[in-house]
């Protein structure tokens, strides 16, 4: 394997630790990127005393001159509660931030993948979602800054290749949780399981019928990877995520019977262009990288309640291999609840 000097923007937050994490086991030097905004210095703790890991404090939509070979574009708030916190940063994020990333790419002749979203389909009447498919997004509403500013940036990446001849990649990533999923971010599987677990009510909003399909971490991550990996004629967009759809009130009920808790469901007010359905079509995936989910929902929602277990006992931040987390805290776990 050649060893790179990689570029991970928003390193420090769910997806970006796994991925740098992943990259310094691959054998890879790995500059993490981060302003802090979502992300968090605990997420990357155990990896600062790799002399191959550097990490830097910068906000994305600033310029960068950095010399690298790979540069993973993550950095954006990534759940409705923070992305729609400040809406005008959120679009500054993937338009001047990847307008500076792919500037740096060009000069430098990286290669360059952009972790766009699912959102690109809005509220999708095609079900379930292939790339084809041009969705159905509202620009006015709560939820345009993050969709159109992701669409936006995919623009951005299709006439850097044509123009500039920048060696492109671009995902859309189906929501994705685990380990390390910010507990306060509002996001479904954080929520549920931090609720289940402290005994609150679990919080449904609309009739719970809306639909999602939820991809393990590590599955996500070999997806990234196998995408950068690919031959440059593979621009994407390729979909990532795991095609198991389930209704949100399925996965609260899950939730209940893994962690054991005797909290109670309520419903909430939907939030505004809530999408009612959403599930990945990957054929594209499983032929050009050949990759397709392994982790199924029962067992990386056992990993992931059995993070939050630790975290909410006031642990350090795990060290351990998954496996080890996963026995830990379903032992900790038959204690706490
Ligand atoms: P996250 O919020 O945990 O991570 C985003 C990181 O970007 C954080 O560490 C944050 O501090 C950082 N960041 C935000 N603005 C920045 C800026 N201006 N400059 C530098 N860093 C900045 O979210 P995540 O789930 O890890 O998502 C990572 C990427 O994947 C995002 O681009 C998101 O849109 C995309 N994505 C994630 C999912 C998912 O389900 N997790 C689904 C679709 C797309
Ligand atoms: N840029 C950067 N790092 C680099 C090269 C460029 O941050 O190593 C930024 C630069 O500030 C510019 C943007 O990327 O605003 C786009 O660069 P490009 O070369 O495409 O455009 P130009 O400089 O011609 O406006
Ligand atoms: N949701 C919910 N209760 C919560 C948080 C979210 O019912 O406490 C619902 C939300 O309305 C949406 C789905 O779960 O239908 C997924 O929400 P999330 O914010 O995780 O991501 P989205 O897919 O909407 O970006």
Redesign the pocket.
């Known amino acids: 394997m050649m060893r790179k000097r990689v570029l991970v923007t928003g390193g420090a937050g769910f997806l970006g630790s796994h991925l740098c994490e992943r990259l310094l086991s691959t054998g890879h030097d790995v500059l993490c990127v981060d302003n802090y905004f979502t992300g968090s210095k605990d997420n990357i703790l155990h990896l600062l005393a790799d002399p191959r890991f550097e990490v830097l404090r910068h906000d994305i939509t600033f ?3 950095v010399e690298v070979d790979e540069i993973y574009n993550l950095a954006c708030p990534a759940s409705p509660v923070y992305y729609q916190y400040d809406p005008v940063q959120t679009t500054k994020v993937s338009v001047l931030g990847s ?2 990333m ?3 790419a ?3 002749g990286a290669r360059i993948l952009q972790a766009s979203t699912s959102e690109v389909y809005g509220d999708p009447t095609v079900h379930p979602q292939p790339e084809e498919y041009r969705g159905n997004v509202n620009p006015l509403g709560p939820r345009g800054c993050y969709d159109e500013g992701k669409r936006c940036a995919e623009t951005l990446f299709f006439d850097y290749a044509r123009q500039h001849r920048v060696r492109i990649r671009v995902v859309r990533i189906f929501n994705t949780y685990g380990p390390r999923l910010n507990a306060s971010d509002g996001r479904v599987v954080s929520n549920f399981i931090v609720q289940a677990l402290r005994g609150d009510d679990i919080t449904i909003y609309g009739d719970g019928g809306q639909t999602r399909a939820f991809c393990y971490v590590d599955d996500l991550i070999d997806g990234l990877m196998a995408m950068m990996g690919a031959d440059d004629d593979v621009t994407g967009p390729v979909n990532l995520g795991n095609p198991h759809e389930i209704p949100v009130l399925e996965l609260a009920e899950r939730i209940l019977a893994l962690t054991g808790s005797r909290s109670r469901i309520i419903r909430k007010p939907l939030p505004v262009d809530d999408p009612t359905q959403r599930c990945p079509e990957i054929s594209r995936a499983r032929q050009l990288l050949k990759w397709e989910p392994r982790i199924d929902l029962d067992e990386g929602l056992r990993r992931t309640i059995a993070y939050f277990v630790q975290k909410m006992q006031g642990a350090e931040p795990p060290r351990a291999s998954n496996d080890d987390l996963a026995r830990a805290g379903a032992a900790a776990l038959r204690g706490a609840v």
């Open positions: 310029p960068l001159y307008i500076n792919l500037g740096l060009k000069r430098v």
